[in-house]
T-cell receptor
Framework: DAGVIQSPRHEVTEMGQEVTLRCKPI?????LFWYRQTMMRGLELLIY????????DSGMPEDRFSAKMPNASFSTLKIQPSEPRDSAVYFC?????????????FGPGTRLTVT | AQSVTQLDSQVPVFEEAPVELRCNYS??????LFWYVQYPNQGLQLLLK??????LVESINGFEAEFNKSQTSFHLRKPSVHISDTAEYFC??????????FGKGTRLHILP
């Protein structure tokens, strides 16, 4: 298995631009998580989906952030408009809780820089 | 609500010395416990986990952790560290539903 795939790996954009981060979970996994990691705030859960349905989006910072999961093999996290304080590494993770494993598998992350 | 406390944000240790990274959790239900490792510029990887059974769990690279229910702890230990163990280590807890709650992480610095 290729693992969790994220794209792009690096993104540099100017303040005010729209940014879209993409994630392909491990095939067969039905839970998907978006995290943000910064030096100041550590690892934060932004939102997670189960069977393509958003379950908990309480970690989404504000309305500028939105996430979708149109099917079991693809999810996006969009920031519009982007701001310098959004600079961080964004991780996607997937899991299959029904297997009794509960382990989350992380992608390599997208390093976002907003100038 | 569940929570995880990693008391040490950074731990310096000399190469070949032993190390313990502390983790305490709070939960009102049965828990599943994890240690993840993040090497520089990489994503998080599972190091070891406790789901049930033996309270002592081991990883393939010499780390071990012991689930202590009475002390609500899951400390990570290694008897002799190597420079390649330089990383950030995250303790995490799950109640068996979808979410895992992560601690704030402990940076392990190996000194030559």
């Amino acid at each position: 298995d290729a693992g969790v795939i994220q794209s792009p790996r690096h993104e540099v954009t100017e303040m005010g631009q729209e940014v879209t981060l993409r994630c392909k979970p491990i095939s067969g996994h039905n839970s998907l998580f978006w995290y943000r990691q910064t030096m100041m705030r550590g690892l934060e859960l932004l939102i997670y989906f189960n069977n393509n349905v958003p379950i908990d989006d309480s970690g989404m910072p504000e309305d500028r952030f939105s996430a979708k999961m149109p099917n079991a093999s693809f999810s996006t996290l969009k920031i519009q408009p982007s701001e310098p304080r959004d600079s961080a590494v964004y991780f996607c993770a997937s899991s299959l809780p029904s297997s009794g494993n509960y382990e989350q598998y992380f992608g390599p992350g997208t390093r976002l820089t907003v100038t | 609500a569940q929570s995880v406390t990693q008391l040490d944000s950074q731990v310096p240790v000399f190469e070949e010395a032993p190390v313990e990274l502390r983790c305490n959790y709070s939960s009102s239900v049965s828990v599943y416990l994890f240690w993840y490792v993040q090497y520089p510029n990489q994503g998080l990887q599972l190091l070891l986990k406790y789901l049930s059974g033996s309270t002592l769990v081991e990883s393939i690279n010499g780390f071990e952790a012991e689930f202590n229910k009475s002390q609500t702890s899951f400390h990570l230990r290694k008897p002799s560290v190597h420079i390649s163990d330089t990383a950030e280590y995250f303790c995490a807890v799950s109640d068996g539903r979808d979410k895992i709650i992560f601690g704030k992480g402990t940076r392990l610095h190996i000194l030559p």
